[in-house]
């Protein structure tokens, strides 16, 4: 290890400073509105779409088995068990796609817990019935949940064909 000693510090010298320039400050007519914090509480949601299941015609003249559902005549082939002539579906030709929600769902603060929440989606996208289980065991807890989720707009079910039709959509929130 070295030692070694530093010079004595020299006396601070004046100096001219400039001065400052003038400037013009603008000046907004409205205020700038003060940052908000918002606490988001996570949600988990995992959705389940149904199974298409069903019964048709195959494509050679009898009865045959697929994933197919409801009546309706067709002249497709579809991966349906049988003889291959005959009308059919062609498969899954009336497969419908799930309701999709728009937005997040949270559930208000009251309700901790998990939750499995039906929906029964209208084809025009609005909830018309609701179905929460296990219930909040506070009933103007239940109310306010109640209230909220059947305040949620979905984007309908919908047939391969693009049309609208009524569905249950069920999700799984962890609050």
Known sequence: MSWFALPAPSRPQAQDIPAAPDVTVPTLATPVPEAVKIDVPLATVSLTPPAPVGTGAGT????GQGPGT?????????????????SGSGGDGDYIVPAS???????????????????????DGRVSRVDVNPRPKEAGC??????????????????????????????????
Request: charged residues 20%; contains cysteine.
């Open 60 to 63: 050679t003249g009898g009865p």
């Open 70 to 86: 409801g009546g309706g005549k067709g002249t497709g082939t579809g991966p349906g068990a049988g003889p291959d002539s005959g």
């Open 101 to 123: 929600l728009h937005g997040l769902i949270i559930p208000p603060d009251c309700a901790r817990g998990e939750f499995v929440v039906r929906f029964w989606v209208e084809a």
């Open 142 to 175: 239940y109310r306010e949940l109640m209230t909220q989720m059947k305040a949620y707009q979905f984007r309908p079910a919908k047939t391969r064909a693009g049309v609208p039709v009524a569905s249950v959509f069920q999700i799984r929130l962890l609050h």
